[in-house]
């Protein structure tokens, strides 16, 4: 597959997954502009970073302003930023239930809405929401953190609907656990009872997600939208 020269825009590169995707893409040749609440150490001539909350709704625009300004055209948006906390619901204080929600979903829309003004001009763009399998497998512990995915999923599919006269596809990937911060602080036991409800009952690799993006981001995967797509069997 060749996606020399795409500029791809993906949240949350500081560290995990995002700095994963962002270092693959720029590996392959691809203008990467990444965004996080902390500083980048990404050193690449064809990185941008843009330091801001995802939920910051000036922000995110001046971020899309620029990438239009310096490239004039924007193809991937891979959302990607996001935020978990593992609590019973009577032990979640309110002050998570808003940061998980403005992170994981305003975040969402808000770069999908300011990335598709611009996609839109070019009649073409690809935009892939990380979303989890937590969704599907009703964890507890997760009541928040699984329904703000689940909210994500649906504005997914609703979204594919409402802008593909522009030829832009919207797909979700239901990432399974791996080595990240994200669950960090999952007891192991929690951890291993997650992996038994699986098909493949391994940790995701970073390479497992890259498939994934690859495929989506494809130019022949354009028949291919509104679809949530669980990892590991689930």
Do not use: W
């Amino acid at each position: 597959m060749d996606i020399k020269n795409k500029v791809i825009l993906i949240t949350g590169t500081s560290k995990g997954i995002g700095k994963y995707l962002a270092e693959y893409y720029l590996n392959k040749n691809c203008i990467v502009c990444g965004c996080s609440r902390n500083k980048s150490d990404i050193k690449n001539k064809n990185y941008r970073h843009f330091q801001l909350d995802v939920a910051d709704e000036t922000a995110v625009s001046e971020t899309l302003r620029q990438i239009r300004k310096e490239f004039n055209r924007l193809d991937v948006l891979i959302n990607n930023a996001g935020i978990a906390s593992m609590n019973h619901f009577l032990l979640t204080p309110l002050k998570t239930i808003i940061d998980i929600y403005k992170t994981n979903v305003t975040g969402s829309f808000l770069f999908s809405r300011e990335s598709v003004k611009l996609m839109k001009k070019n009649k073409t763009g690809r935009i892939i929401n990380m979303s989890t399998v937590a969704v599907r497998l009703n964890i507890e512990g997760e009541s928040v953190y699984a329904s703000s995915k689940a909210a994500l999923n649906s504005f997914t599919k609703i979204l594919a609907k409402e802008i593909s006269p522009y030829n832009i596809t919207v797909n979700a990937v239901g990432l399974a656990p791996m080595k990240t911060d994200l669950i960090k602080n999952v007891p192991d036991e929690k951890i291993e009872k997650l992996l038994n409800q699986m098909t493949v009952k391994r940790l995701m690799e970073f390479e497992d997600i890259t498939n994934m993006t690859d495929f989506l981001i494809n130019d022949n995967s354009s028949f291919i939208t509104g679809q949530v797509i669980y990892m590991g069997g689930v």
